[in-house]
């Protein structure tokens, strides 16, 4: 099993920059990529980026493609999530998930671990 813990949420004004962690815990060994997803109220969870455990590969998406990026710290056992040029569309429950294996990981099934969220919202 492997438990994940967000933080770094809160209130951010449009144009503004966060940081999103995600500590990793348990069998870490068997984390194939770590992502993040995020929901708006009333939305499904939909993908923001993905990057593999080992290796250089992150994917995006389209909505945060120029304004995020995602690392880690191996070390660490966390992935981070930056964001800069904040939107109010960026508001949302955002959650960490952590894949086994190789999959279709833009897409929430590829994923076998889940953090509880953590909320960020974007004020004009």
């Known amino acids: 099993q492997v438990q994940l813990v967000e933080s770094g949420g809160g209130l951010v004004q449009a144009g503004g920059s966060l940081r999103l962690s995600c500590a990793a815990s348990?069998?870490?060994?068997?984390?194939?990529?770590m992502g993040w997803f995020r929901q708006a109220a009333g939305k499904e969870r939909e993908f923001v980026a993905t990057?593999?455990?080992?290796?250089?590969?992150?994917y995006y998406a389209d909505s945060v493609k120029g304004r995020g990026t995602i690392s880690r710290d191996n070390a660490k056992n966390t992935v981070y999530l930056e964001m800069n040029s904040l939107k109010t569309e960026d508001t949302a429950v955002y959650y960490c998930?952590?894949?086994?294996?190789?999959?279709?990981?833009?897409?929430?099934?590829?994923?076998?671990?889940w953090g509880q969220g953590t909320q960020v919202s974007v004020s004009s």
């Open positions: 998930a952590a894949a086994r294996t190789w999959g279709a990981l833009r897409l929430a099934p590829a994923y076998d671990y």
């Open positions: 990057l593999k455990w080992s290796g250089d590969s992150t």
């Open positions: 348990g069998q870490t060994s068997s984390i194939y990529a």
